[in-house]
């Protein structure tokens, strides 16, 4: 029980006086899964909103792929794009493994499948009508789309924060691509393994400390715009 | 007349069922139509098909005598129309950004937008509620601000896909005069889809009764309803009693129509030994006290009948009589009392020759 009790102590101590190592960990986070979660809105948005209003041809099999993609093993993720920038790989000459970068591309491959899939889910369940409404209201294709977006908001929100969390929280393809070097690559989740590793439990603890309150401040602020939203919607 | 909307061998499919099969049909600038039908009779379909939602299977449609071949012009012709659903469909924001709506599309500027919303709310008695979040409305409130989204573009065309049929009854006919001020004020061209046949009656100039994807009659609503074309645009349009029978002789244009051993006078142009159905409004016939005896009236027909029912109606009593056939007749709460009428007495009831509409049959 000790070791809880004094690891946990240390920890508030390290937080408390501001430990630089530590609390550059997480903006080095930051760093990664912001520009990611970014991209993967870019990517996975227009996808999601595609797939979840249009009819075409092969849209089941995209239907599938996508829902797998949203529970891709990050660290088979990581096996992949690690491969793919190893220096004998295809795009080895790019000197990428081990970079911010190949993380960021590594979690925008976890990332893009959860937006589309959430965003898709969350088209569907607008009334159909909606659309014609809207068309009917004289707005143009684009216009059309971004009226909807507003329209499944609190669910598209759901979606950028369910990225967000997917990818601040894995440590699979992190450790891979990134390597856990210091002051680079080292992120809160491979910094709490390396730092359980070492028996530095006060430092993996306040480090856990930062991204569990990390985790905590994107749900918050999640559940207050849909509380506050459903006052006015209440279905 | 300018013609706005002129369809031409129209035929609409679903999986290979025709939906709708309209020949012709046309709304004129200025006019307010409405197209009554029952639920399923793909009034709503030829709606989205005007406002060009729905690619019809084959046929022209022509819009500002335009027949939209790409989506571009689909949607300039689409903005100068607009439409308005029989849900709200109201945008999860406020009051003023719903009416907005249309104006910011078309990329109008601010000053512009404000004012034509505020005189807009105004018309609709809505300025109250202009901050308001759309989904704390109540259901009549929300389709105000509906119908005010459309009006507040000053549409060519305002198609209304049964605005009032969700809302309860006090409500409906609050807002259904108010809309229809603004449409008369403003000689504002309407198509108005309703499975109300007293709706109908009410807002339009002109009917059309569509039934299974076909258009049965097209005219001047009163015409229409004192005049239906057959059997079933009799019945929907609310005739309520429909009898068979055979013209047995004709003088000066009066014909002595036989029904179940009972002679009807009714001035028609059909032929002597034609088959035919009478078609009598139940505003039509008139009630008198019965006595013995034969009250002078200038109605050709006066049958001794005994009351079967009496029920209520909304505002008339609908009164159910057995003169050898089936009558039907509406009368007020004043005469039900005046004339003391109890079930099983007896009643004399008349028609005049000229409120009965024959029918050929074929």
């Known amino acids: ?235 | 007349m300018e013609t706005l909307v002129k369809v031409e061998n129209l035929i609409h499919k679903y999986d290979d069922k025709i939906v709708l099969d309209i020949e012709e049909f046309e709304l004129n600038r200025g006019e307010v139509l409405a197209l009554v039908g029952s639920n399923g009779a793909g009034k709503s379909t030829f709606l989205r098909i005007l406002n060009l939602l729905e690619k019809p299977s084959r046929g022209t449609v022509k819009i500002f005598g335009v027949f939209p071949t790409n989506n571009k012009q689909k949607h300039i012709l689409r903005r100068r129309m607009a439409m308005v659903f029989q849900e709200p469909l109201l945008f999860k924001s406020t009051v003023y950004n719903n009416v907005s709506y249309g104006l910011k599309m078309r990329k109008k500027n601010k000053d512009f937008i404000k004012n034509k919303v505020l005189e807009t709310l105004e018309k609709f008695g809505i300025s109250h509620l202009i901050n308001r979040q759309a989904g704390t409305l109540s259901g009549g409130e929300a389709q105000r601000v509906s119908l005010a989204r459309a009006l507040v573009l000053e549409p060519e065309i305002l198609l209304l896909d049964e605005p009032f049929a969700a809302l309860d009854q006090p409500t409906r006919e609050e807002l259904r005069d108010d809309l229809y001020k603004i449409i008369r004020k403003e000689n504002q061209t309407t198509l108005h889809v309703t499975h109300d046949r007293n709706e109908a009656l009410v807002i339009s100039d002109n009917v059309a009764v569509i039934n299974e994807g076909e258009i049965l009659q097209r005219g001047r609503t009163e015409s229409v309803f004192n005049r239906p074309i057959n059997e079933f645009v009799a019945n929907f349009l609310g005739v309520e009693t429909i009898l068979y029978g055979k013209i047995t002789s004709k003088r000066n244009g009066l014909c002595i129509v036989s029904i179940n051993n009972q002679k009807l006078e009714v001035v028609s142009d059909l032929g002597e030994g034609e088959k035919v159905i009478a078609c009598i409004r139940p505003e039509n016939v008139t009630l008198l006290k019965y006595s013995l005896k034969a009250p002078l009236t200038s109605a050709r027909n006066s049958f001794i009948s005994t009351i079967k029912d009496i029920s209520s109606y909304g505002l008339v009593y609908r009164v159910a009589m057995d003169c050898g056939f089936n009558l039907t007749s509406f009368i007020t709460r004043e005469s039900l009392d005046r004339l003391n009428l109890k079930i099983g007495e007896k009643i004399i009831s008349s028609i005049k020759a000229t409120s009965i509409h024959l029918l050929s049959r074929k």
Do not use: C
Request: a positive charge; charged letters at 10%; zero cysteines.
């Open chain 1, 1 to 235: 029980m000790d070791i809880f009790i004094e690891g946990i102590k240390q920890a508030i101590q390290l937080l408390v006086e501001l430990n630089r190592e530590i609390f550059l960990i997480p903006w080095r986070s930051l760093l990664v899964s912001g520009p990611s979660v970014l991209i993967s809105l870019l990517i996975g948005m227009p996808i999601g909103v595609i797939m979840g209003l249009a009819k075409f041809p092969g849209r089941k099999l995209l239907l599938s792929l996508i829902y797998t993609g949203m529970g891709f093993p990050p660290t088979v993720v990581g096996l992949f794009v690690a491969l793919l920038l190893w220096r004998s790989g295809p795009l080895g000459y790019l000197s990428l493994l081990y970079s911010p970068t190949a993380m960021i591309i590594a979690q925008v491959i976890i990332a893009t499948p959860i937006v589309a899939g959430l965003i898709l889910a969350a088209m569907q369940q607008l009334d159909p009508k909606l659309q014609l409404q809207a068309l009917s209201l004289g707005a143009n294709k684009l216009q059309l789309l971004w009226t909807l977006i507003k329209e499944a908001r609190i669910t598209s929100l759901a979606a950028i924060m369910a990225a967000f969390g997917g990818i601040i929280s894995e440590v699979g393809s992190a450790m891979i691509v990134g390597g856990n070097i210091k002051g680079k690559t080292r992120i809160l989740t491979t910094a709490i393994v390396l730092f359980t590793r070492m028996g530095k439990f006060e430092k993996a603890i306040a480090v856990s400390i930062i991204l569990l309150f990390l985790s905590f401040l994107a749900n918050f602020a999640l559940t207050y715009i849909q509380q506050r939203e459903r006052i006015y919607w209440k279905h």
